[in-house]
RNA sequence: GUCCCCAUCGUCUAGCCCGGUCAGGACGUCUCCCUUUCACGGAGAUAACCGGGGUUCGAAUCCCCGUGGGGACGCCA
């Protein structure tokens, strides 16, 4: 284990966004590359603004997404308490450092920390108020993605709110010292946040850990970057529309990084193994939901059919939905057989229900215009009529069998397999889309075929 | 307004550090092929170095200025 120690600090103010995601990941990443630590950490110092709920998402959502941690709230560690409403004293015994060394005050109720330097009344006219100026060195932060960057701290700023509660920026540095944290991977949105986190790491007397400020991720719609209100933005709402987390993962990892070669669809292994500071990007990524989707399909694809069924069977129960709830109390070999079927046609496990729903009720809806457009075409009854001859005595064991029986069936009537396709699907599934037909027969069985047929030669 | 970061196809990006390739890949879109519908897959097409100066024999690549985009300026995190 390398002494690499990489936090990711969520508060739980909101539900868990993409980008926290991202940020998150890429602290993973860099742990589980360097063989070091990744420390899970809970910033609720906001009270008025947290909940139990929004840290039990953050909890399922990392664990979802398989980023496991290696200290933190449920698994512990040697620097705990991991939640920073619980680490009071901690802080206190920080503040009386400071406030020894002489870089506190207290106004308005509140502890500032005060930076050296001679003082000035300025007037500020955006903030449309007088404020005080020290006039300081720049703050030099080298930044393992940006390189050397310069900031001027010139405002002394509150750590300790009036109401006795510490700050942001005072909370976030004291941990990073306490948990001795070696790297800061994090949104470039702190990078100004920076300047006064140094001037702390210093008045501190402790080493200042390295940074890494990693871009954002932009709305894909509009401009800003990605917010909690944006669609597409909650991990949550993957998780429930059956996307695969590592699909997910490997899409937010090329988000600002690149392996640098032309590999997209990686092993989380591969990623772990090529992920390093190099290969992360300066500018904002754009958000799109087609590459994830197409990711998502990749990956989906690829499944082996045990998975594959395990995770459409996941999907189905949470939905909860009339549609999924008789599909799950069908029998499940049969079950198993229309999920298979299915595979290699969708592209989203949310497709899954409406595709399969005709195998499950005999209720089915039939579209009205591929029905017009099918039985106002050629002689579908006839068509209808042969195939039922046919599948009376046909033998139902394998696609290929039915498939040999209907090619032999067209050739005789000088016709093609399209002939009585068409028709045999509306019959059987109201609709002109879905899986091969001979699959579709076996599956369903002749009983089903004929009762379906003999419905539409009826109709 | 002040400060900070950034700038290659519509989007994600490779190339930039260490100047010299028809600027490469993927998603999207379009065409064709495969085919038993719909997909998958295959082949192809489409499409970019933000602008202007400078340095240089030569600039996507180095420098400067503009412009554009993003972020921060809370007793939020």
New binding site residues.
Partial sequence: MSNVRVRF???P?GFFHIGSARTALFNWLYARHTGGTFILR?????????SEEFLNVIYDSLTWLGMTWDEGPKVGGAFGPYR?SERGDIYKEYLAKLTAAGRTYE????IWFKLLGERSEVF????KKI?TKVATA?TV?D?Q????????ED?D??I????G????????VVDDIAMQITHVIR??????????HVELFKAFGAPVPAFA?I??I?K?N????M?KRDQGALIEEYQKRGYLPEALVN?LS????????????MLIADIVALFDF???????????D??????N??YL?ELPADDFVVRALEYFEKQASPVTAVALAAEPTYLREVLLLSQ????SLEELPAYTAYFFTEDFVVDAKVRDKVMGKGEPKLRLAELTELLTTADFSS??A??EA??ALAAAKGL???DY??VA?LAVSG??????????FRVLGRERVLARFSRLAAA
């Fill in positions: 600090a969520p508060s103010t809970i910033e609720d110092t906001d009270q008025a603004r947290n920073q106004k308005d109720g509140a500020d006219d955006h903030r404020v720049p932060i930044d993605i940006r390189g050397h960057v310069e900031r001027v405002e700023f509150v300790f709110r009036s109401d509660n510490p700050v942001f920026h005072f909370v976030n949104g470039e949105d702190h990078l100004s946040n920076t300047s006064k400020h871009p954002l932009l894909q509009g401009p800003g970057k917010s899409f090329l988000l600002g990084w690149s392996p640098k070669d032309d590999r997209e669809k190099p290969g992360i990007n300066q500018s904002n990524a754009r958000f799109d087609k590459k994830l989707a197409h990711m399909m990749a694809l290699p046609k969708i592209k696609d290929t039915i498939e209907i090619k093609g397999f399209g396709q068409s699907r609709t002109n889309v879905g899986p091969s037909l001979t699959g579709l």
